[in-house]
Structures are given as structure tokens and as C-alpha cells.
């Protein structure tokens, strides 16, 4: 079942949730604030979707008749930036973290408020044009070398001094890139959530921590005796050897 409000068109929300009534507020909501909304019941008609328009945030059920919205949120997030909003019955901290950490930019627990709904979906697109610009300013670096390693922003590719491959994933490459942006500069966790695409919440604070100390990991080595990443406490991070962007 598809049901589309057709408004002045801001932004195109596409809403997958197999509940009606939930799909109805939604489009009934957003559509007097003037967003483009079409709301679906899955991930098929999501896609038949997405083939033929442009969507600029997605909100998605985290229980869904065959592909979930954790599934939904993974494939998407290997190939796309889209901001994606994910809602759910589960009031466990565990199914939160997961549905962040696998990409998604924010939660909102059923029953939720459909004007709390408006403004995260505001802030997300707010951020999104932000990252735009940022976006910009990297599609002219090539690479970043420091300390003997490099990064390859293009190809997303970092070398340690060896010359061996280390797997990062979307958010630890966001967060080394912008650390690698301002070096020897405190980047406090607010910037560091938004620049990683984690979810700006207090309950979240401890993802941003989390997610810098697998960075840490895996640009140190057990041999290195160099820290990169230096914790300033109440204020946030450091990366504390030299940068030099390659254009």
C-alpha cells in the first residue's frame, strides 16, 4: 500500500511501516509543513520508490514483514549518505546503539510525538546540508599523510607505514577525516557526533567515545608508541601529530 501527499515540495520524506495508521500520521503531519511525503509498507515498495525519485530522508519501522529496518538501514548505508530516522516498539538501550551503529542518524520510540518527529527530521536535514559543504572541501584532497600513514579520501583506503591496508568502517573514516581536517585542534564530541553521523544525544555521548576508541586501535598498534588521539576531558579530542592534505 502506497500513500503519497503531494505539497509544495521542501524535501522528499519516504516512510517505510507496515502500520496504516502510523503511515497516515505521518503523511498527514508532514504535509502540512509543506514535505513531500510517500509512505510505504517494505522494502520493496521502498525501493520501487527510490528507483524512480529523489528521497532526502528516510524514516523506518525497526519491525518489518520480511526485510527489517535494521537490514534496511546496513544495505543502505554501504552506498548512500541518505539520512535515515529509525522507529520502533523496543525501548531497550541495546536495539538503539545497534540501529545507530549499523547507520542510522536517529530513533524515535513508538508511540512518539509526531511534532518531536518534525523537528529531528529538521535538524537531520540541517546537518545533511552541512555535510554538503564539507563533502565539497574534501572532493578536493586526495589524501592525507600523517606520521608515515596515509589516507586516501577518494578511495576511502588507509595504509599504515608498512604499507598495509586497515579496514576502517563509514563512521571511523568520518572520524578520522575530520580529525585529519584539524589537527592539534580540541574537536569537541557535539562535532565529532555530527562530522561521524552518530545521533547528537546525551544517551549517545558514550557511542562517540566508543567509536573514537576503535579509531585509536587501529591507527596505534601494538608497537606504535605515538598516541594519535589524546582525550582532553570536558572537551573532547586531539589529534596530536602533524596533517598535510595532498590535493
Keep these: 500500500m502506497k500513500i503519497q501527499r503531494p ?58 514483514p520480511g526485510e527489517d529496518g535494521m537490514q534496511i538501514t546496513r544495505k543502505l548505508r554501504d552506498d548512500s549518505d541518505l539520512p535515515i530516522i529509525m522507529l520502533t516498539g523496543r525501548k531497550e538501550e541495546a536495539d538503539r546503539v545497534m540501529g545507530l551503529e549499523l547507520g542510522a542518524d536517529d530513533y524515535l520510540t513508538k508511540p512518539f510525538s509526531p511534532r518531536e518527529l518534525l523537528a529531528r527530521i529538521r535538524a537531520l536535514l540541517r546537518r545533511a546540508r552541512a555535510q554538503e559543504t564539507v563533502a565539497d572541501s574534501l572532493s578536493r584532497i586526495r589524501a592525507y599523510r600523517f606520521s608515515g600513514w596515509e589516507l586516501n579520501v577518494r578511495l576511502r583506503r588507509l595504509v599504515d607505514p608498512e ?85
Design 163 to 247: 604499507g598495509q591496508d586497515v579496514a576502517l568502517t563509514n563512521t571511523e573514516f568520518n572520524l578520522l577525516t575530520a580529525f585529519l581536517a584539524a589537527p592539534q585542534r580540541v574537536l569537541s564530541r557535539e562535532k565529532l557526533l555530527e562530522l561521524s553521523r552518530l545521533h547528537n544525544d546525551e544517551v549517545y555521548d558514550r557511542a562517540i567515545d566508543v567509536q573514537v576508541g576503535r579509531l585509536r586501535k587501529k591507527i596505534q598498534g601494538l608497537r606504535s608508541k605515538e598516541r594519535f588521539i589524546r582525550t582532553e576531558r570536558g572537551s573532547g579530542y586531539v589529534f596530536t601529530s602533524d596533517a598535510s592534505a595532498i590535493r
Design 7 to 64: 505539497t509544495s515540495e521542501t524535501a522528499h520524506v519516504l516512510a517505510i511501516d507496515d502500520d496504516p495508521m502510523i503511515r497516515q500520521l505521518i503523511c498527514d503531519y508532514l504535509g502540512d509543513y509543506d514535505y513531500k511525503v510517500t509512505a510505504v509498507a517494505d522494502s520493496r515498495e521502498m525501493l520501487d520508490v527510490m528507483a524512480k525519485e529523489t528521497v532526502d530522508l528516510l524514516i523506518v519501522d525497526l519491525k518489518l
